[in-house]
């Protein structure tokens, strides 16, 4: 047995198995290497990189920003030829005109709908008291008739003028009810007109819409893309012009589905940045994705059939930075970094978005 520990070859290959059991208990965090903290490479900076977009179609007139330029929210970043545009809005602005002229229209003749009614009355009333003129007249050659004192003539003429009256006040009459049908007629297309109002001032909005879109401002403050939009370009709706970094950046580390004991909203987190020269950063663990990452994937794996391997799921870490760090500005969402998390530490409160 001595002999055997004194040959060289057996001490290395005892040393070596050594080596191997320890590194495996390190690999498995087993004892004596268990540790509370829990490292992940998989982890990259993201942040709201927002696609800029027209919504309308057009040359591009204008292209005031260059690749990575610091743009302010509102800044025009793209300019599309508005002459189009502004002859339609117009166009629109015109027809408006129109139906306001058509309504009011309308309300003028109602108003002179409302005067014949009147006139239509006042004719009824002076039917009435021809037609009570007439009764009398009437009255006094029947009773005259009826003793031989009046002519045959006069009572003719009485009664003649008799029936005229009742015609003439049946004829107002008609023409109030032809009056006031007119009124109705009238207020019944008023309706009609009011849209027709209505419908113009939304067509005026809708090319008020397409004329401001026509410049395409920058919706906050951050950094741009790669500008692939070029002056001159025919560009339509959902064509790619370039894209908006905002400031704002958080860290997504995708932790294996086994080192997620213990690890809780508030606890801190220590970041290293690869492009930072491996300079730390600290953060919070903000919240955790709702499924695995797998869940998320257009093809999903159907473990229900062939030969089962049991892979460890990663699940999605939302990290967040801590303010008042200098080297936070300098961090861009793609960027890569090593996440470590201490699942013994006390989680903090975290301050609410």
Request: aromatic residues 4%; proline residues 4%; without cysteine.
């Amino acid at each position: 047995m001595m002999k055997f520990f004194r040959s060289p070859t057996s001490i290395i290959a005892l040393l070596a198995g050594i080596a191997g059991v320890l590194l495996v208990l390190y690999a498995w965090r087993l004892p004596p290497f268990v540790t509370s903290i829990e490292t992940t490479d998989n982890a990259y900076v993201r942040g709201y990189v927002t696609i800029m977009s027209p919504q309308v179609s057009g040359y591009v007139v204008d292209v005031p920003v260059k690749d990575y330029d610091l743009v302010k929210q509102g800044q025009v970043l793209v300019k599309i030829d508005d002459r189009i545009y502004a002859q339609k809005l117009a166009q629109a602005r015109a027809a408006l005109d129109g139906q306001k002229a058509s309504l009011e229209n309308s309300r003028q003749s109602e108003l002179s709908a409302k005067a014949t009614i009147a006139s239509s009355q006042a004719q009824i009333d002076s039917a009435n008291a021809a037609l009570k003129r007439a009764q009398l007249a009437w009255d006094r050659v029947n009773n005259l008739n009826d003793r031989g004192i009046a002519s045959a003539s006069e009572s003719e003429q009485a009664q003649a003028t008799l029936e005229q009256a009742k015609a003439a006040l049946n004829q107002a009459q008609a023409a109030l009810e032809v009056s006031k049908q007119s009124l109705a007629t009238i207020i019944v297309n008023r309706s009609l007109l009011e849209a027709n109002v209505a419908s113009a001032e939304a067509t005026v909005h809708l090319a008020e819409i397409d004329l401001q879109n026509t410049a395409i401002v920058a919706p906050r403050d951050g950094h741009l893309g790669e500008v692939g939009v070029r002056l001159g370009q025919y560009v339509t709706a959902g064509t790619q012009l370039m894209a908006v970094v905002p400031q704002d950046v958080w860290v997504v580390a995708n932790f294996k589905e086994t080192q997620l004991e213990g690890m809780q909203v508030g606890q801190p987190v220590s970041i290293v940045v690869d492009a930072l020269g491996r300079q730390r950063l600290n953060g919070r663990i903000e919240r955790f994705s709702p499924a695995a990452g797998s869940e998320f994937s257009i093809i999903k794996a159907d473990n229900a059939t062939g030969n089962f391997v049991k892979i460890a799921q990663r699940v999605g870490v939302r990290i967040s930075i801590d303010p008042d760090q200098p080297l936070a500005k300098d961090l861009a969402p793609g960027l890569s970094v090593v996440v470590h998390v201490d699942k013994s530490a006390e989680p903090a409160k975290l301050a609410a978005n």
